[in-house]
């Protein structure tokens, strides 16, 4: 090994390792000074009992001034780097994510559809009545979706001049799939074809509710605000030129009353309304004509009042 030009010559050994302990002592010392913690200083140099009285102090290299003493304004940011090992480091164990925070609430986000709002779009969608009867069959727009045996959509014809309204399926209907064939349909049916002298087939029956409301019950606003579309699409297929509202729930549902303002029967039959869907003729429901028979004169007024916009004929009394 070729000798080291910083540092002097030495034909004595002892001399030498002095001069290499001060040496490796100063180093440290000013590892120490800059910063590195992990430098433990050594004992001050004493004198060495190997070495002779005799001998001359060895000659040393001039130690640099120690540093100032750290003032915490300069301390280095940055922790000492550690010490120089073999060992392979722990693989860095990854920090779980934090999901993302919830975002910020938009001002201009569209309101949820209503019910009767997604009715009306896929009502619209329907080009015929096959479709449209396809659709409603698929409703669930209100909670009567999950009483029902099945809906009910409308009896008779594609196209039909006349049309009756009920207010809602009953247990047969519920059952039967078609409306007016409980208890109130042979009555219905005795007044088109007894009354009007025409077959039941050639006028078109249906209700404001595609579905039963449990227990026979009158229909919620709800009920009726979710099912309306259905109804409106149904007439606009349907294109009649007369409709005959039967009971207060279909005539006001639509005359477009709804809540306390529904009007009574009494006020609105014997007479002609115009409406968003044409003329209505409204009249007593078949279940109150049941109940109440003094009734039926009135109603037959109502129903040769629809025959007259019709153009049709009372049938002649038999002899
Ligand atoms: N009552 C109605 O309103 N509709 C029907 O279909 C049956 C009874």
Redesign the pocket.
């Known amino acids: 090994m070729s000798p080291d030009p910083q540092l002097p010559a030495h034909d004595d050994p002892a001399h030498e390792l002095d001069a290499l302990a001060n040496a490796a002592r100063a180093h440290l010392r000013r590892r120490r000074a800059f910063g590195d913690r992990s430098v433990r200083l050594p004992a001050p140099e004493r004198p060495s009992a190997a070495r002779p009285a005799t001998t001359s102090p060895a000659p040393t290299r001039p130690e640099p001034a120690p540093p100032r003493p750290e003032s915490p304004a300069v301390r280095p940011l940055a922790p000492p780097p550690p010490p120089p090992t073999l060992r392979t480091p722990p693989a860095a164990v990854p920090r779980p994510v934090a999901p993302p925070p919830p975002p910020l609430a938009q001002p201009n986000v569209a309101p949820a559809p209503s019910p009767a709002s997604e009715v009306a779009a896929r009502a619209a969608a329907c080009k015929d009545l096959a479709s449209l009867r396809a659709a409603v069959a698929e409703c669930r727009a209100c909670g009567l979706c999950s009483t029902r045996t099945q809906t ?1 959509f409308s009896d008779g014809p594609d196209r039909a001049r006349l049309l009756f309204v ?5 247990e ?2 519920d059952l039967q799939g ?8 042979p009555l219905l049916t005795d007044i088109i074809e007894k009354g009007i002298g025409i077959p039941r087939s050639q006028v078109a ?1 249906a ?2 509710l595609k579905c039963r409301p449990p227990g ?1 019950r009158d229909p919620s606003q709800e009920e009726k605000r979710a099912c309306a579309p259905w109804l409106a699409r149904q007439i606009e297929l349907l294109g009649p030129e007369v409709i005959v509202p ?2 207060r ?2 005539a006001n549902h639509l005359l477009g009353v709804e809540g306390p303002d529904l009007r009574s029967m009494g006020s609105l039959r014997g007479q002609v309304l115009e409406s968003r869907f044409g003329k209505l003729v409204p009249t007593y ?3 109150y004509l049941l109940r109440t028979p003094d009734a039926k004169k009135d109603c037959w007024k109502d129903i040769q009042v629809a025959m007259g916009l019709l153009g049709l004929e009372p049938p002649k009394k038999r002899g």
Do not use: D, K, M, T
């Not at 009920?166 to 009953?170: D, F, I, K, L, S």
């Open positions: 009910v009920g207010e809602a399926p009953g047969q209907e078609v409306p007016f064939v409980g208890p109130a349909g029956i209700n404001v026979n039967l009971g729930h279909a429901h078949p279940s």
